[in-house]
């Protein structure tokens, strides 16, 4: 069993930054992907952005150039640094660890950009 545990969340004004990290404990030898996804209120749950086990990265069109995530193999944890944030950034984000068979998320960490 793995669990996610998120931090780093919090309210901001537009144009700051926060950094999100999500530590996991527990086997995750078999998960080769680590992500970042959010939900704003009334919308469905959206891809932020994803890294593999081998470095390759995604990001949602939408933050591409302000967010960067990035995995920290020795301590098991992924974060999402976010840069230049925008009002309709705000959202709860959840990070995901997965493969082609397991998939576990994050309780969620609200984010509140302000204008």
């Known amino acids: 069993q793995v669990q996610l545990v998120e931090s780093g969340g919090g309210l901001v004004q537009a144009g700051g930054s926060l950094r999100l990290s999500c530590a996991a404990s527990g086997d995750i030898f078999s998960i080769n992907s680590m992500g970042w996804y959010r939900q704003a209120p009334g919308k469905q749950r959206e891809l932020v952005a994803t890294k593999t086990s081998g470095g390759t990265t995604n990001y949602a069109d939408s933050v591409k150039g302000r967010f960067t995530i990035s995995r920290d193999n020795a301590k098991n944890t992924v974060y999402l640094q976010m840069n230049s944030l925008k009002p309709e950034d705000t959202a709860v984000y959840y990070c995901?660890?997965?493969?082609?068979?397991?998939?576990?998320w994050g309780q969620g960490t609200q984010v509140t950009v302000s204008s």
């Open positions: 995901r660890f997965f493969s082609r068979s397991l998939d576990y």
